[in-house]
């Protein structure tokens, strides 16, 4: 069985929201060949409350610390990936990056749990890139109603 497929996953990701832009990695769906922009983010462990999760996931993900976390909302994804199905509720956050340099810098590298490298950027939610869509579905909707 597919590891998304069968149960809803309790997820968490934060914005950085910077003079209109947000941070979202540059993501690819292999099967579908589709890019896309999400924001940088991962599961909730068990026993764990989600604003401690998004704290931890950018100490593992970005090295850094994150201040002043909001809530913004929450999400719900029903979604297709790498073929396979997913069911997640994403509690979606905004907050500062203790480390203020990389709000200046284009690219922002990070590195996933499994030791994967990631990159991401400051893009524009309301026109992320040439219709390359911005996931989880209805962040961009969400983002707009806080402006």
């Known amino acids: 069985m597919d590891p998304l497929t069968g149960y809803v996953r309790v997820k968490v990701v934060c914005v950085f929201s910077n003079e209109g832009r947000i941070l979202a990695v540059d993501a690819l769906d292999p099967t579908k060949g589709e890019r ?14 989600s604003r401690d999760a998004i704290a931890r996931e950018i100490r593992e993900e970005l090295s850094g610390e994150v201040r002043n976390l909001e809530l913004l909302g929450i999400l719900e994804n ?70």
């Not at 896309?36 to 409350?49: L, T």
């Not at 790498?82 to 907050?95: R, T």
């Not at 962040?139 to 402006?147: P, S, T, Y």
């Open 36 to 49: 896309f922009w999400g924001p940088i983010g991962g599961r909730v462990e068990f026993g764990e409350q």
């Open 78 to 147: 029903i979604f297709t990936y790498d073929g396979g199905d997913g069911h997640e509720i994403v509690f979606v956050y905004d907050g500062e990056l203790a480390e203020s340099s990389l709000y200046q810098e284009a690219t922002v590298r990070g590195v996933e749990s499994n030791g994967e490298e990631f990159s991401a950027y400051w893009i524009d939610p309301t026109n992320p890139d040439h219709g390359r869509p911005l996931y989880p579905d209805g962040l961009a909707e969400l983002l707009a109603r806080g402006e």
